[in-house]
């Protein structure tokens, strides 16, 4: 007897595979999604900084604009390690 | 006194000889031969009219009028009975009070006459006191009825309302499963009940036929659900304020939270067409969300024609529609206001919350979504989009994710074919089989917004598992830095088996054809080698092998060990009855309870099992505890981690779980360690 395939539907889940369960700023899963978002993955996605980091997009970037607007002057922080945020390349 | 008695009993006797007359008449009253029936009914008024009289100047005025009232009576029910009979679908109090018009009235009138008790002049001009006095009604041939025959008029149709009442009230069951086409027999039931009041004579007589006829071991969860249904449907006829209704959907109620597969079968005849349920009733096609929304959707429209008057207009028709609650009504049970009979609200209010009708519909999509070879969800969605108009969004969330991995699903998976070239795949000929990437799709899911899903162990074979790793790869590339996680026990296989003289195809789990494709190479294995192979745990393997068992296709005999078994390929078989088999669907069939997704009752067992040891300790203490008892026991003492936050329905559920495991028992309503 030989076995021919015609078809295979498999299932897999995605992760962003990132070093933590849940973003430090919303406190929600990484796999998950902001607050703000309806749907995770592509619409909300996931960023590190260069301190390795990383955060749901939509909530590294509130956080960036509300610090510039408190402190001019200062250099946004990343909220975990308090050292200067920057976008990993 | 024996006198009398004879000829009461002799006026009986007249009248049955004359019912065929008297129904003659009923027939012809506007035939030819009317002057004859009239001429034949005067011979007859006046044989009765002297007898009457005769008795009358005796003394014995109300007995003798007794005498003939009963027999109109016997002769109204007779035509009662005969008119409305077992047949539902044709409204018959119409005919009914025509014919009081065409028979006995006209008999009576002509008695009266002869009697001299008609001449009453006032009784037109002066207006009748009676609230049929209003009414326009009609005396053929009569151009001035007496009080007198205006007062009989009144308690031959009461008698007649009363008696089609009870009529259908006895039947009211079978009314019921024959709703919709019953209509006629319900509305004729409402108009009875609204000019006799006996509602209450309704509910007590209904419940009873409930206990006796539905809510038995014997009935289906689905049948006792469409009965529900239907009650509901027929009742907020008769009752719209839902008031009788609150009475008798309780016990159904009750019944049905006792029942396991409640809450599943709910969830399917919402969102399923009659083919998800073994009844098959109401619109070919059509679940029951849809149908309630059409039905809410005629509702609205008919509303918004009231609003195109302005709000003042429409304020007065409300305030001139209000009606009290009935006597009977409960008041801690609904408002006094006319409210809408939400049939679904009805529905949720078994299961407990909604919360709990969308975490089964959740369980039963997901299940749906996974065994799915296209990306095709168009029902699925619109089953969702009804839900939303009727739960709410929120609370669908989650049931919107799935859906929406579907659609990203098929999108990624394209791209994911369409940039991988063919030709460079490796290890496409591994295990002596052709595959390419055509065979494969795959469905990628947002695991965190999905139910439990249970995590099985298993080798794919190495041909497919390569497939796999070169389409992990390119997701990994096209998402970055997203990656893919496989399922491998998850998903849905269509495979062809070869033999020598014949193929057969069949659509299965990834366990079904890993088992099976290891006996290409080797047509007979010992379980524990195969359990090895494939990398199932024995026990596991043993019941899922049944498929191919049940299929003919493997046999499987005693090893040499006691435990272990040989399974065998059935290469040369000559029973060629097994050939044309159809395989389609057999996913479902296939071995009740092997299913992927974590049931919302095992999801809830576990979540239950902390509080398991705090009941068993209770019921040590206390003896034996009703159920909101125990409830409220749990409410008050784990309000530290995990705190208790489960419903009463939920509650139940699980202790009716023990109860099965023996661990407790139910007497009169309350619990016991099972000794
Ligand atoms: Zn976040
Ligand atoms: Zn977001
Ligand atoms: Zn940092």
Redesign the pocket.
């Given at each position: 007897m030989k076995v021919k395939i015609l078809q295979w539907h498999a299932v897999a889940s995605w992760t962003w595979d990132a070093q933590d369960e849940t973003c430090g700023i919303c406190r929600m899963a990484f796999d998950g999604c902001c607050p703000d978002c309806k749907f995770p993955g592509d619409d909300c996605p996931l960023v590190w900084?260069a301190?390795n980091?990383s955060f749901h997009l939509h909530c590294i970037l509130k956080w960036v604009n509300s610090q510039n607007s408190q402190a001019s002057q200062q250099q946004p922080q990343?909220p975990?390690?308090r050292?200067e945020w920057q976008f990993k390349a | 006194m024996d006198e009398d008695y004879e000829d009461g009993h002799r006026f009986h006797i007249d009248d049955q000889k004359n019912k065929r007359n008297l129904e003659i008449g009923e027939m012809d009253v506007d035939g030819s031969n009317r002057e004859t029936i009239f001429l034949k009914n005067n011979y007859l008024v006046k044989n009765i009219g002297a007898v009457v009289r005769d008795l009358r100047s005796l003394g014995f005025t109300s007995m003798t009028e007794d005498a003939y009232a009963s027999a109109i009576f016997s002769l109204l029910k007779a035509k009662v009975h005969n008119l409305a009979g077992d047949d539902y679908r044709a409204l018959v109090l119409g005919s009914i009070k025509d014919w009081i018009q065409a028979v006995p009235l006209q008999f009576l009138h002509a008695l009266l006459a002869y009697l001299g008790d008609s001449f009453d002049c006032d009784s037109m001009s002066s207006g009748l006191k009676s609230p049929l006095a209003s009414r326009p009604s009609c005396y053929p041939g009569i151009d001035f009825p007496s009080e007198g025959l205006v007062r009989w008029q009144l308690r031959l149709e009461y008698f007649a309302y009363e008696t089609l009442q009870d009529l259908r009230i006895g039947k009211l069951f079978e009314i019921i499963v024959d709703y919709p086409d019953s209509y006629p027999a319900i509305q004729d039931l409402k108009q009875c009940l609204e000019y006799t009041g006996q509602h209450s004579k309704l509910v007590d007589s209904f419940i009873s036929s409930l206990r006796y006829r539905l809510l038995t071991a014997g009935a289906s969860t689905y049948d006792i659900l469409h009965q529900y249904v239907s009650t509901i449907k027929a009742l907020r006829i008769i009752d719209p304020t839902g008031v009788f209704l609150e009475a008798v959907g309780e016990p159904i109620r009750d019944y049905l939270r006792g029942r396991k597969d409640t809450i599943k079968c709910i969830v399917t005849m919402l969102t399923d067409g009659p083919g998800g349920n073994p009844s098959g009733l109401g619109n070919a096609g059509d679940s029951l969300l849809e149908e309630l929304n059409r039905d809410s959707e005629n509702q609205e429209s008919t509303d918004y024609d009231d609003d195109i008057n302005s709000d003042d207009k429409q304020a007065w028709i409300n305030a001139e529609r209000w009606e009290p609650d009935p006597v009977e009504a409960d008041p801690s049970k609904g408002s006094r206001n006319r409210r809408k009979i939400d049939v679904l609200g009805m529905m949720v209010n078994i299961i407990g919350s909604k919360d709990q009708l969308v975490n089964e519909y959740r369980v039963m999509l997901a299940e749906k979504l996974l065994n799915k070879f296209d990306y095709d969800i168009d029902s699925e969605i619109r089953t969702l989009e009804l839900l939303k108009i009727h739960l709410g969004e929120s609370s669908i969330q989650k049931c919107e994710i799935m859906l929406n991995d579907l659609i990203d699903s098929k999108r990624t998976n394209a791209n994911i074919k369409a940039s991988l070239p063919q030709p460079s795949l490796s290890g496409s000929k591994l295990g002596g089989t052709d595959v390419s990437l055509d065979i494969l799709d795959a469905t990628i899911i947002s695991s965190n917004f999905w139910p439990t899903i249970q995590a099985e162990s298993l080798n794919i074979p190495a041909s497919v598992d390569q497939l796999l790793c070169d389409y992990a790869k390119r997701f990994h590339e096209i998402k970055t830095p997203r990656k893919l996680l496989w399922k491998k026990n998850l998903g849905t296989v269509k495979l062809e088996l070869q033999f020598e003289d014949r193929n057969m195809q069949f659509t299965v789990t990834p366990v079904h054809a890993a088992i099976i494709m290891q006996f290409q190479e080797q047509t007979s294995w010992t379980s524990k080698n195969l359990a090895a192979a494939t990398g199932i745990p024995v026990d596991t393997l043993n019941r899922r092998i049944n498929f191919w068992i049940s299929k003919g296709i493997l046999a499987g005999s005693a090893g040499s060990d006691s435990d272990d078994h040989v399974f065998t390929i059935v290469d040369d078989m000559n029973t060629n009855g097994l050939i044309h088999e159809s395989s389609e669907g057999l996913l479902a069939a296939d071995e009740e309870g092997e299913r992927s997704v974590a049931s919302v009752e095992e999801q809830l067992r576990k979540e239950m099992t902390v509080y398991e040891k705090f009941i068993i300790g209770m019921l040590t203490n206390f003896g034996s505890m009703a159920l909101d008892r125990i409830h409220n026991t749990l409410k008050m003492f784990c309000v530290a981690e995990p705190s208790y936050d489960k419903s009463l329905q939920q509650l139940q559920s699980f202790l009716t779980g023990l109860i099965t495991e023996e661990k407790l028992e139910m007497r009169d309503g309350l619990y016991f360690l099972k000794k």
């Amino acid at each position: 007897m030989k076995v021919k395939i015609l078809q295979w539907h498999a299932v897999a889940s995605w992760t962003w595979d990132a070093q933590d369960e849940t973003c430090g700023i919303c406190r929600m899963a990484f796999d998950g999604c902001c607050p703000d978002c309806k749907f995770p993955g592509d619409d909300c996605p996931l960023v590190w900084g260069a301190c390795n980091h990383s955060f749901h997009l939509h909530c590294i970037l509130k956080w960036v604009n509300s610090q510039n607007s408190q402190a001019s002057q200062q250099q946004p922080q990343c909220p975990m390690c308090r050292r200067e945020w920057q976008f990993k390349a | 006194m024996d006198e009398d008695y004879e000829d009461g009993h002799r006026f009986h006797i007249d009248d049955q000889k004359n019912k065929r007359n008297l129904e003659i008449g009923e027939m012809d009253v506007d035939g030819s031969n009317r002057e004859t029936i009239f001429l034949k009914n005067n011979y007859l008024v006046k044989n009765i009219g002297a007898v009457v009289r005769d008795l009358r100047s005796l003394g014995f005025t109300s007995m003798t009028e007794d005498a003939y009232a009963s027999a109109i009576f016997s002769l109204l029910k007779a035509k009662v009975h005969n008119l409305a009979g077992d047949d539902y679908r044709a409204l018959v109090l119409g005919s009914i009070k025509d014919w009081i018009q065409a028979v006995p009235l006209q008999f009576l009138h002509a008695l009266l006459a002869y009697l001299g008790d008609s001449f009453d002049c006032d009784s037109m001009s002066s207006g009748l006191k009676s609230p049929l006095a209003s009414r326009p009604s009609c005396y053929p041939g009569i151009d001035f009825p007496s009080e007198g025959l205006v007062r009989w008029q009144l308690r031959l149709e009461y008698f007649a309302y009363e008696t089609l009442q009870d009529l259908r009230i006895g039947k009211l069951f079978e009314i019921i499963v024959d709703y919709p086409d019953s209509y006629p027999a319900i509305q004729d039931l409402k108009q009875c009940l609204e000019y006799t009041g006996q509602h209450s004579k309704l509910v007590d007589s209904f419940i009873s036929s409930l206990r006796y006829r539905l809510l038995t071991a014997g009935a289906s969860t689905y049948d006792i659900l469409h009965q529900y249904v239907s009650t509901i449907k027929a009742l907020r006829i008769i009752d719209p304020t839902g008031v009788f209704l609150e009475a008798v959907g309780e016990p159904i109620r009750d019944y049905l939270r006792g029942r396991k597969d409640t809450i599943k079968c709910i969830v399917t005849m919402l969102t399923d067409g009659p083919g998800g349920n073994p009844s098959g009733l109401g619109n070919a096609g059509d679940s029951l969300l849809e149908e309630l929304n059409r039905d809410s959707e005629n509702q609205e429209s008919t509303d918004y024609d009231d609003d195109i008057n302005s709000d003042d207009k429409q304020a007065w028709i409300n305030a001139e529609r209000w009606e009290p609650d009935p006597v009977e009504a409960d008041p801690s049970k609904g408002s006094r206001n006319r409210r809408k009979i939400d049939v679904l609200g009805m529905m949720v209010n078994i299961i407990g919350s909604k919360d709990q009708l969308v975490n089964e519909y959740r369980v039963m999509l997901a299940e749906k979504l996974l065994n799915k070879f296209d990306y095709d969800i168009d029902s699925e969605i619109r089953t969702l989009e009804l839900l939303k108009i009727h739960l709410g969004e929120s609370s669908i969330q989650k049931c919107e994710i799935m859906l929406n991995d579907l659609i990203d699903s098929k999108r990624t998976n394209a791209n994911i074919k369409a940039s991988l070239p063919q030709p460079s795949l490796s290890g496409s000929k591994l295990g002596g089989t052709d595959v390419s990437l055509d065979i494969l799709d795959a469905t990628i899911i947002s695991s965190n917004f999905w139910p439990t899903i249970q995590a099985e162990s298993l080798n794919i074979p190495a041909s497919v598992d390569q497939l796999l790793c070169d389409y992990a790869k390119r997701f990994h590339e096209i998402k970055t830095p997203r990656k893919l996680l496989w399922k491998k026990n998850l998903g849905t296989v269509k495979l062809e088996l070869q033999f020598e003289d014949r193929n057969m195809q069949f659509t299965v789990t990834p366990v079904h054809a890993a088992i099976i494709m290891q006996f290409q190479e080797q047509t007979s294995w010992t379980s524990k080698n195969l359990a090895a192979a494939t990398g199932i745990p024995v026990d596991t393997l043993n019941r899922r092998i049944n498929f191919w068992i049940s299929k003919g296709i493997l046999a499987g005999s005693a090893g040499s060990d006691s435990d272990d078994h040989v399974f065998t390929i059935v290469d040369d078989m000559n029973t060629n009855g097994l050939i044309h088999e159809s395989s389609e669907g057999l996913l479902a069939a296939d071995e009740e309870g092997e299913r992927s997704v974590a049931s919302v009752e095992e999801q809830l067992r576990k979540e239950m099992t902390v509080y398991e040891k705090f009941i068993i300790g209770m019921l040590t203490n206390f003896g034996s505890m009703a159920l909101d008892r125990i409830h409220n026991t749990l409410k008050m003492f784990c309000v530290a981690e995990p705190s208790y936050d489960k419903s009463l329905q939920q509650l139940q559920s699980f202790l009716t779980g023990l109860i099965t495991e023996e661990k407790l028992e139910m007497r009169d309503g309350l619990y016991f360690l099972k000794k």
